[in-house]
């Protein structure tokens, strides 16, 4: 999907909407009109948020279930209150707040033999992961390789976001790639 700069700043304006309604009355934003129907399409987003620079909430859905502006606006709140690695945002953190959204493609299997062809096969700087085997499961989007620039490092720390070995391998293990359209 691509946005038009028109939806993508309305997506902007709907998340940041959605954060500040979290601090005034606790909840994500319900009020999304007016929206364009591409914003009424099924869509899957990820919200990213940054305190001075640094990640302070990173909430997304990785299949289109919802209205994708529905999606922006539930993810925004969720990065901001329900990121269990940081305690819910404060009123006086908001000024320095930054905000991304990443709107993703649909994902597709990456069939590979073994962990050897997988890593010829990865795109760094454009593909987002989901790697997934039993009740192991973790992403990474396409912005990661920023600090993991090669695949083998990549996949290593998307392993151990899985909570599976770095070294591990399975045929079993279910490999999908997605894109990611992203502003902020």
């Avoid at 999304?32 to 948020?49: D, I």
Wanted: aromatic residues 6%; hydrophobic residues 40%; negative net charge.
């Amino acid at each position: 999907m691509t946005l038009s700069a028109a939806d993508r700043q309305r997506l902007i304006e709907l998340a940041w909407a959605s954060v500040r309604h979290g601090l005034a009355q606790g909840g994500p934003l319900t009020m999304l009109e007016p929206l364009s129907p591409a914003l009424r399409e099924p869509g899957a987003s990820f919200v990213t948020l940054e305190l001075d620079g640094a990640l302070r909430g990173c909430i997304g859905s990785l299949q289109a279930h919802r209205p994708l502006a529905e999606d922006v606006a539930h993810n925004a709140y969720a990065a901001a209150f329900h990121d269990s690695r940081f305690t819910p945002l404060q009123q006086q953190e908001l000024t320095a707040l930054g905000l991304q959204l990443s709107v993703l493609s649909p994902a597709e299997e990456i069939q590979c033999k073994d962990e050897a062809d997988l890593l010829r096969q990865l795109k760094p700087g454009e593909d987002g992961i989901i790697l997934e085997e039993g009740v192991h499961r973790a992403t990474f989007l396409p912005q990661v390789w920023d600090q993991l620039p090669s695949p083998a490092a990549f996949l290593a720390h998307l392993k151990n976001k899985a909570g599976l070995p770095q070294d591990y391998w399975s045929n079993r293990l279910r490999i999908q790639r997605y894109r990611v359209e992203k502003f902020g």
